[in-house]
Every structure is written in structure tokens, then in C-alpha cells.
């Protein structure tokens, strides 16, 4: 089985960020997913740099994907998503459906693209009416249960890859409005960069301190980190072809070799769970995996 790291969904500065990729060069991944998917307005890294980053890690032996934003709202927007659907040496991940008539459309439409977990796939007929269009392997909602995942791969009429989201804060929602300007009583076109604040985001609480969400610009969190390190007996049972490992602020190559050594079997996974605990920003929860509310821990079955 092999392991994704999914795209950074943080901000983080700059040299932050490409040394963070340096290290990815030897960490024990086999896809690894890049750009910016959340909010057009970080640019510590613009399009020329992620494909600086892309050509580094392919020499390294890495596929490299490149991902679209979710949320598409300019011009401006749309001519980085053109710039990357016509990038002729990786991979797409379509994350809007604009990104999908893209890579579909034109005299010479892609025929090996990914779709991207937000793109409202469900059921068996939908996802072959992506396949039709071209893509080729499917990430999963990350709020799909093991049960879900396994009725719509069975009823599938293509032969296409699926990948899970197995470790990080669960990306829950999107909006136009940016939480984290409001956070500051900032407007989003004047949001002073305040997202370069926070590796893994703003936790957010209840009134009486329980953990609620975390913020992170446009995008809503869990505040519990999502991961089936524990459960991946079940995960690799029913046939899942990719694990996605989404980039957190300080631990992530140690996270990676735990998800690795787990896998090839050189350490049983509740022991992984176990040392992995210490390397979360957050507590563990994996209830959506179990067709629960994802902010439970459930016990492996």
C-alpha cells in the first residue's frame, strides 16, 4: 500500500516550507501532493516554486500530483487553475469542478487525473461519470465510513484507484469569509498574512474549554486529529491503494515512518498508535472511519 502526503493546508513561511519538502525528499512517502488548495492569497509559494518543489521530489523518486484550490473566486484564480491543468509533466487533483471541465475539455483532455475529496463523490455512479471524464484514482471524503468506501468501490464499473485520508485535522467545511481575519477583526482582502501565525491553525473552544474546531483561513477543522494508524488491519482489508498523510506542523516524517514501519509489518499498529500519540498537535479521534461522529476514538475492531 502505498503512502500520499497530502497538500500543505497551512501557511506556513516560506523557507519553512521548502525545507519541509526537502526533507519529504527522504521521508517514506510515494505521493506526494502539492500547492495551494485553500485560500489564493498565500503566496510564500507561487506556482513557479511548487514546480521548482515538484521536479526536486520527482528526482527523488516521488509522484508528484499537483492540487487545485477549492474554492476558485478570481481571474486571477483561474489563471493559476489553467497554468495548472496545462502543466504537461504531473498529475492534476481536481478539487472544484471547474478544474474538472478543464482537464476534461479541450483538444486534448486528460485521461489520468485524481479526484479530490471535495468534489462530492458518494456513490458508485457518480464516480464512474468521473471516470468517464478521466480520473483515475479517487481520494474519499474524508467523512466516509469504512462501510461506505467498501459499497461504493464494489459497485463500481472502472478500475480505478482509491485513497483515504488516514492522518490530520479533518478539513470539514469551506467558506468565502476567512475565520481567521475575523478572528482579528481583519477584512480578507486585509488579512495581514495572520494564517503565518499558526502551523496547525486556531484552536477553537467551547465555553465551558472543551475542544471544538480549529480555524485555518477559509477552512474549518476538527479540533481532534483524524488518524487510523490503530485501524490499518481493517484499512488495508478492504483493498485501499493509497493512505493520505496531511502535512501537520512539527512530527510529520516521524509520523510517516510509524504509518510505514505499520505497514510493511515491522511493528503491530496499535504500538504505532501508541508512539504516534506524543507527535499530535491535538488528541486522536478516527469515529467517521467507524461510521460514527468523527470527534470519537473508537477501539480498532
Same mark, same amino acid.
Given at each position: 500500500?502505498?503512502i500520499?502526503?497530502?497538500?500543505?493546508?497551512?501557511y506556513?513561511p516560506?523557507? @519553512?516550507?521548502?525545507?519541509f519538502?526537502?526533507?519529504?525528499?527522504? /521521508?517514506p512517502?510515494?505521493?506526494v501532493? $502539492?500547492?495551494?488548495?485553500?485560500?489564493?492569497? #498565500?503566496?510564500?509559494l507561487r506556482l513557479?516554486?511548487?514546480?521548482?518543489?515538484a521536479?526536486i521530489?520527482?528526482? /527523488?523518486?516521488?509522484?508528484?500530483?499537483? @492540487?487545485?484550490?477549492?474554492l476558485?473566486?478570481?481571474?486571477?484564480? &483561474?489563471?493559476?487553475?489553467?497554468?495548472?491543468?496545462?502543466?504537461? !509533466?504531473?498529475r492534476?487533483?481536481?478539487n472544484?469542478?471547474?478544474?474538472?471541465?478543464l482537464?476534461?475539455?479541450?483538444?486534448?483532455p /486528460?485521461? !489520468? +487525473?485524481?479526484?479530490?475529496?471535495?468534489?462530492n463523490?458518494?456513490?458508485?455512479?457518480?464516480?464512474?461519470?468521473?471516470?468517464?471524464?478521466?480520473a483515475t484514482?479517487?481520494?474519499?471524503?474524508?467523512?466516509?465510513?469504512r462501510?461506505?468506501?467498501?459499497a461504493?468501490?464494489?459497485? $463500481?464499473?472502472?478500475?480505478?484507484?482509491?485513497?483515504?485520508? %488516514?492522518?490530520?485535522?479533518?478539513?470539514?467545511?469551506?467558506? /468565502?469569509?476567512c475565520?481567521? %481575519?475575523?478572528?482579528? !477583526?481583519?477584512?480578507?482582502?486585509?488579512?495581514?498574512?495572520?494564517?503565518?501565525?499558526?502551523?496547525?491553525?486556531?484552536p477553537?473552544?467551547? #465555553?465551558?474549554?472543551?475542544?471544538?474546531?480549529?480555524? !485555518?483561513?477559509?477552512?474549518?477543522?476538527s479540533?481532534?486529529?483524524h488518524?487510523?494508524l490503530?485501524? &490499518?488491519?481493517?484499512?488495508?482489508?478492504?483493498?485501499?491503494?493509497? $493512505?493520505?498523510?496531511?502535512?501537520?506542523?512539527a512530527?510529520?516524517?516521524e509520523?510517516?515512518?510509524?504509518?510505514?514501519?505499520a505497514?510493511?509489518? $515491522?511493528?503491530?499498529?496499535?504500538?504505532?498508535?501508541?508512539?504516534?500519540?506524543?507527535?499530535?498537535?491535538?488528541?486522536?479521534?478516527n469515529?467517521? +472511519?467507524?461510521?460514527?461522529?468523527?470527534?470519537?476514538?473508537?477501539?480498532?475492531?
Amino acid at each position: 500500500m502505498k503512502i500520499a502526503l497530502g497538500p500543505l493546508l497551512y501557511y506556513w513561511p516560506r523557507q @519553512s516550507t521548502l525545507a519541509f519538502y526537502a526533507d519529504m525528499a527522504d /521521508a517514506p512517502v510515494d505521493v506526494v501532493y $502539492l500547492g495551494e488548495t485553500v485560500c489564493s492569497r #498565500r503566496h510564500e509559494l507561487r506556482l513557479p516554486d511548487w514546480l521548482e518543489v515538484a521536479e526536486i521530489l520527482t528526482a /527523488a523518486g516521488k509522484e508528484v500530483v499537483l @492540487s487545485s484550490q477549492v474554492l476558485v473566486e478570481s481571474e486571477s484564480d &483561474l489563471k493559476t487553475l489553467r497554468r495548472i491543468v496545462s502543466n504537461g !509533466n504531473f498529475r492534476v487533483e481536481a478539487n472544484d469542478m471547474g478544474a474538472v471541465r478543464l482537464l476534461s475539455s479541450g483538444d486534448a483532455p /486528460a485521461r !489520468n +487525473w485524481i479526484a479530490g475529496p471535495t468534489l462530492n463523490i458518494f456513490n458508485p455512479t457518480t464516480l464512474d461519470l468521473f471516470a468517464d471524464l478521466g480520473a483515475t484514482r479517487w481520494v474519499a471524503p474524508p467523512e466516509m465510513s469504512r462501510a461506505q468506501i467498501a459499497a461504493l468501490r464494489d459497485g $463500481l464499473g472502472h478500475d480505478m484507484e482509491v485513497e483515504i485520508f %488516514a492522518h490530520g485535522r479533518l478539513p470539514l467545511a469551506y467558506s /468565502a469569509r476567512c475565520f481567521t %481575519a475575523r478572528h482579528y !477583526n481583519l477584512q480578507k482582502d486585509t488579512c495581514e498574512f495572520r494564517c503565518l501565525e499558526f502551523a496547525d491553525g486556531i484552536p477553537l473552544k467551547t #465555553r465551558e474549554g472543551a475542544p471544538f474546531l480549529t480555524l !485555518n483561513g477559509i477552512q474549518t477543522q476538527s479540533a481532534q486529529v483524524h488518524t487510523l494508524l490503530g485501524d &490499518l488491519p481493517a484499512v488495508c482489508a478492504e483493498g485501499v491503494d493509497l $493512505l493520505r498523510v496531511s502535512p501537520q506542523g512539527a512530527h510529520t516524517p516521524e509520523i510517516l515512518q510509524l504509518f510505514r514501519q505499520a505497514l510493511d509489518g $515491522l511493528i503491530p499498529p496499535a504500538d504505532a498508535l501508541h508512539e504516534a500519540l506524543p507527535l499530535l498537535p491535538a488528541e486522536p479521534c478516527n469515529g467517521f +472511519w467507524h461510521g460514527r461522529p468523527g470527534v470519537e476514538q473508537r477501539v480498532p475492531s
